[in-house]
């Protein structure tokens, strides 16, 4: 990569760009994770003239093949890892030349799903997924080669983090593979780097460039301003790039146990013939990871016995139609428990009753059959609701290891008002709404209609119908009324504007900031509902087969890449701001001119195979089961419930 990102200055009113003007310091704008948003279309069209060539990529795999020695061109049966991978040129050019088993990682929402769908296009069979360097989410011993390509190492603040992907490389390599890395000449760029420049990327767009050494002279300090000719300033971002000298970086690999290392010297290319930047000068390093195999092949779950935690069936259930469990829940269970039978790693035994559950989890505990829950109890406590939070409450008291969100984040997000609060102080949008408190009777509205009304507690659209859409004082006066009489007059009121634009969903399974995938943003399609039905995902399209909302589809949102780099930075920002665990789902909708609002968070969503989670994976490929393998595994990583490999001497 030549050059990198971020500091994203914020958006003015009016949705304008603004930057800070001059600045004698670049290095105090840096921040420590700039590396976590940059890479989106700006990255792309500024550095076009490298990662945008076929050309150029077409050179550099050819020289890495090189590296590969003459036997793999021969039988090209190896495997293959495209570490910090960006939007797959290298990956991709690899399968291109007959090379099955190639997959590349980033942690790059964005440039991922622009290489799953390259890929898909061509009829390609590389395997993409998110990830993070520092941890990569692989076996031991399981690539012929890694590769770090295009100026992609030592972005992390610490020279630490730099070692922690080197030695997670030596990790995964099999004894005698080899890592391939390239990496900007540290000391070249330490004394030649251009302190200012600015080059045209196309007819109205401007990019221009600042430098500086850092103040230790570790690192060069940048800054990005992208300018168009008629929209003026698009983005303002400074970065930074630690710089290693050819001495400094063989006694780092070394370090971390390579042998056999060669650099060899190359220099940068590009179309356009202006700044190269980090790309200009680089080197190439081939170095053979000397180890041996582990005895384990990898890290070893100590997790054998999970317990299944759902809601009583013989119980009440105010949420569901008439009360109680039907035919339709028992399906979803033994679907739930099929899916379980698929992931062989793990005994499970399920917990349902409520008034036999401390004495059935103490009982199992005793007897040493019980490492993690998995609780999908989000009936709550006897079903009740209210009591959502009460069931990881009991099990932290029995102190036993369970997946999903704590009962500290449970209430936040059972608090609809709250949320939207935490939400405006961290500036991540929210439609315009008023609260009614029990004892209010009268209220200013302050937007136009239409409005919906919610009870402010609550999920799974309790209490969200067709009606919850008004359009006039009278209708909402009637709604909240109603809402009262049905609820409690003692719960309050939410009332926001409604929105009219699509209704999207996203959800994240794992755990920020290291080690968690984005699911694809789904989108409500309500084309099928008759004319005058609001487009809402409310409690029919849920729970009443009869209803016109039962056939609603969810399929593949097609947004501005804008409007997606803000739902999805909002929703990590949110998962960890309110510690959400292992998995939750974020719900958005787009006003009339296609902005983004966030409306709820779901901390702990349906689990059922036709649920909103499972549709999003089912969009990415990803089974039920696999689905639920994933959720467990968040758990196994975030609770380190996994021995360390063993080494065979």
Not at 384 to 404: A, F, R, W
Not at 462 to 467: D, E, L, R
Not at 543 to 555: A, E, G, K, M, V
Request: charged content about 30%; glycine content about 6%.
């Amino acid at each position: 990569m030549k050059d990198k990102s971020f500091r994203q200055i914020p958006l003015q009113k009016g949705g304008k760009k603004t930057t800070l003007g001059p600045v004698e310091n670049l290095e105090l704008y840096v921040p420590s994770d700039w590396w976590r948003k940059i890479f989106d279309s700006f990255y792309i069209k500024t550095d076009s003239d490298v990662v945008g060539d076929d050309n150029i990529t077409k050179a550099e795999i050819s020289k890495i093949l090189e590296k590969f020695g003459p036997e793999v061109e021969v039988s090209k049966d190896v495997t293959i890892l495209d570490l910090c991978c960006g939007h797959g040129r290298h990956s991709l050019e690899l399968a291109r030349r007959g090379f099955m088993f190639v997959e590349g990682l980033d942690s790059s929402h964005y440039l991922i799903e622009k290489a799953r769908k390259q890929a898909k296009k061509e009829g390609l069979p590389v395997k993409f997924r998110e990830g993070d360097a520092r941890k990569i989410p692989y076996k031991s011993d399981q690539f012929d080669f890694v590769l770090i390509l295009g100026n992609s190492f030592g972005y992390f603040e610490s020279a630490e983090d730099d070692k922690k992907v080197l030695k997670e490389v030596f990790r995964v390599l099999k004894p005698g593979g080899k890592a391939i890395v390239d990496i900007t000449d540290g000391e070249y760029m330490r004394k030649n780097f251009q302190p200012r420049s600015w080059e045209w990327i196309d007819k109205k767009t401007i990019v221009c460039r600042e430098r500086s050494l850092s103040s230790d002279a570790k690192r060069i300090i940048s800054r990005e301003v992208i300018i168009h000719a008629e929209k003026g300033i698009l983005v303002d971002r400074f970065y930074a790039e630690r710089l290693y000298s050819e001495s400094e970086i063989k006694s780092l690999f070394e370090e971390i146990g390579f042998t056999d290392i060669e650099i060899e010297k190359i220099n940068g290319l590009s179309n356009r013939g202006q700044d190269l930047g980090m790309m200009e000068k680089r080197f190439l390093i081939v170095a053979k990871a000397q180890k041996f195999w582990t005895k384990t092949n990898g890290v070893s779950s100590s997790v054998k016995n999970i317990v299944v935690l759902l809601g009583d069936p013989k119980k009440k259930d105010p949420i569901k139609p008439g009360g109680t469990f039907d035919e339709d829940d028992i399906l979803t269970i033994n679907k739930l428990k099929e899916a379980l039978s698929e992931i062989k790693e793990y005994n499970f035994y399920f917990l349902s009753d409520h008034d036999k559950l401390i004495d059935s989890l103490k009982d199992l505990k005793n007897k040493g059959k019980i490492d993690l829950v998995l609780n999908l109890c989000d009936e709550g406590f006897s079903n009740d609701p209210t009591k959502e939070l009460h069931i990881p409450s009991l099990l932290e008291i029995l102190g036993i290891h369970y997946t999903g969100a704590g009962p500290q984040c449970l209430s936040f997000c059972y608090d609809k008002s709250l949320v939207r609060g935490i939400a405006k102080e961290m500036e991540i949008p929210v439609a315009p709404a008023f609260f009614i408190k029990p004892s209010d009777i009268i209220y200013e509205i302050p937007f136009s209609f239409p409005a919906i009304v919610k009870p402010n507690y609550g999920d799974s659209s309790f209490g969200i119908t067709t009606k919850s859409v008004v359009y006039s004082v009278e209708e909402l006066t009637a709604q909240i009324a109603d809402v009262r009489k049905r609820f409690g007059y003692e719960k309050p009121i939410l009332v926001e504007k409604f929105l009219p634009g699509k209704d999207l969903t996203v959800g994240i399974i794992g755990n920020p900031p290291n080690d968690y995938m984005i699911t694809p943003i789904g989108e409500e399609d309500y084309s099928m509902l008759p004319e005058g039905f609001p487009r809402i995902c409310g409690y029919e399209a849920k729970w009443l087969p009869d209803s016109p909302y039962w056939n609603i589809r969810t399929i593949k949102a097609n947004l501005p890449e804008e409007t997606e780099r803000i739902i999805i930075e909002c929703s990590i920002k949110l998962f960890e701001r309110l510690g959400c665990r292992d998995y939750a789902r974020f719900d958005w909708r787009l006003d009339e001119e296609g902005n983004p609002y966030l409306l709820e968070v779901n901390p702990n969503p349906g689990w059922c195979w036709d649920g909103h989670l499972a549709k999003l994976c089912a969009l990415q490929d990803i089974t039920y089961s696999q689905m639920l393998a994933l959720i467990i595994k968040a758990a196994e990583k975030r609770l380190k419930l996994y021995h360390q490999p063993e080494i065979v001497i």
